[in-house]
């Protein structure tokens, strides 16, 4: 268990210079939740799931289900919240990840800040055995953005059934094989 928060990298965007790091800490709950909210993406289910969820992390550390990516700007109002990614690994289906949410604060959307935060979890998973990682999006116009952006890191859409990661009605799911695993593919 660990709940200490680490750094990562730090980028300049156009704005502001913003820190990834992983991780969260008692303070950034509020923080996070609001985002979630605000982002307007989350149904209420998700969004009291991603609450039980931040509060475990923060008060009992990040586990192999959970873990908080969090991307931090040192801005004239001080350190503040820009994104958070949440993953973790997908139960009973070894080297699988799911990325489970992901938001960036509107304002300082299109600057890299969502893609950085994808490949620190890229970079963790495979340090973790991950062999690919699945996301669950939605068709429709209010998740066109949200998709252009999968598929503009490297995500396929995944039109086969999967039994382990069964979308629900309406989802769309995204899948990213790391190299080593494209060769290994089989049918589910
Ligand atoms: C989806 C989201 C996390 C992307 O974060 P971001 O920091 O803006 O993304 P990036 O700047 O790394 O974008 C990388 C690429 O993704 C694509 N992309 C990202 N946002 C896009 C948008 N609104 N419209 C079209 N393409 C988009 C582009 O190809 C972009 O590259 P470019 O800016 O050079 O053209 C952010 O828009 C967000 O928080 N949305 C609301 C929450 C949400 O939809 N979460 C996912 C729910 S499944």
Do not use: H
Request: glycine share 8%; charged share 30%.
């Amino acid at each position: 268990m660990d709940n200490a928060i680490t750094d990562q990298d730090s980028r300049q965007t156009t704005e502001c210079e913003v820190r990834i790091s992983t991780g969260v800490a008692p303070e950034d709950v509020e923080s996070l939740l609001d985002m979630a909210a605000a982002c307007g993406m989350f149904n209420n289910d998700e969004l009291s799931t991603a609450e039980g969820m931040v509060w475990d992390c923060a008060y009992q550390g990040d586990s192999d289900a959970c873990r908080f990516i969090q991307a931090r700007t040192n801005e004239t109002d001080g350190d503040t919240l820009a994104g958070f990614l949440c993953y973790g690994a997908i139960a009973q289906w070894p080297d699988s990840f799911e990325l489970i949410g992901i938001s960036v604060t509107p304002r300082l959307q299109r600057q890299g800040i969502g893609s950085a935060m994808l490949a620190e979890m890229e970079r963790q998973a495979a340090a973790r055995g991950a062999k690919r990682i699945l996301v669950e999006t939605e068709g429709g116009r209010t998740f066109e953005a949200a998709r252009t952006f999968y598929e503009a890191n490297g995500y396929d859409r995944e039109d086969r059934f999967l039994r382990q990661f069964i979308p629900k009605e309406g989802g769309v799911v995204y899948r990213k094989d790391f190299e080593s695993d494209a060769q290994e593919r089989q049918p589910q």
